[in-house]
């Protein structure tokens, strides 16, 4: 987040933020959070055609605050064709403004994917951001917000107590009419040590810890075993495919310390 931040109701200023982000510093829980909430442009999109969006800082300028804010974001996409009709959709959405591609760059703008990729600055309205939501419940961002498939994917650090996490997310879906899943946690870089076996534990996704939870709970690990593939695929609805899929990717990140 670069300079202010404006909704129609409140300012985030930077110190704010710097505030938030020192809290969490030293709280220290990171997530990756898979989210969905309504009038957003960028999920809209990408939803409708491929390729994606990395969205890097928003900001404000007196000649538009506060009706609307500003934001610097990259398109990508696999050929020149697939990001023409990315940013085409974009420009014809209701929720955005005006678009203003910067002129192209030589080499890969800010090491997005894809094997095309093209920077513009975007004017939208800031009642449509779920950034200051975020903050407001404690979740810090950490990185660019990568918006791919009509989702967003948010690296985030929250700033309260591990215990607090879940009534915090409640606050996002109700205040953004948002849909927010966990899709990986890893514990305190700071704080009391904890064990090896905890952070790796804390390295799968939360389908992958379900799996081996009910793998291991249901004696697959024991000898004899104490059930088959199948029989865990039946217990949790899903194919025996899906289920060895989860399960040897947990498997890989609870033995391979270079997969932490």
């Known amino acids: 987040m670069v300079g ?71 398109a990508f996409g696999d050929t020149q064709e697939e990001v023409d009709e990315l940013l085409a959709t974009i420009q014809a959405s209701e929720h955005s403004g005006e678009l203003l591609e910067l002129q192209e760059r030589f080499g890969r703008a800010r090491d997005a994917p894809g094997n095309v990729v093209r920077e513009f600055f975007l004017e939208y309205d800031p009642a449509d951001m779920v950034c200051p939501t975020l903050l407001e419940h404690g979740f810090v961002h950490s990185a660019p917000v990568r918006i791919e498939d ?32 966990v899709a990986a946690i890893t514990g305190p870089e700071s704080g009391s040590p904890r064990s090896e076996r905890e952070r790796r534990l804390d390295s799968l996704t939360p389908t992958q810890r379900k799996v081996f939870d009910h793998a291991r709970d249901a004696g697959y690990y024991e000898w004899p075993r104490g059930c088959s593939t199948r029989d865990l695929a039946a217990d949790l609805d899903v194919s025996k495919t899906t289920l060895l899929e989860h399960l040897r990717k947990a498997e890989s990140k609870l033995l391979d310390p270079e997969d932490l």
């Open 150 to 181: 009509g989702g967003e994917e948010w690296q985030v650090v929250f700033s309260g107590d591990r215990s607090d996490i879940e009534n915090a997310l409640d606050g996002v879906r109700e205040d953004a009419g948002a849909e927010v899943s």
């Open 4 to 74: 202010q931040v404006v909704t129609a109701s409140q300012t985030y200023s930077l110190s704010m933020y710097d505030t938030a982000m020192s809290q969490a510093a030293s709280a220290g829980t990171r997530l990756t959070l898979s989210l969905w909430h309504p009038n957003c442009w960028a999920i809209e999109a990408t939803d409708r055609v491929d390729g994606g969006v990395l969205a890097h800082a928003i900001y404000n300028t007196p000649k538009t605050a506060p009706e609307s804010v500003n934001g610097l974001f990259t």
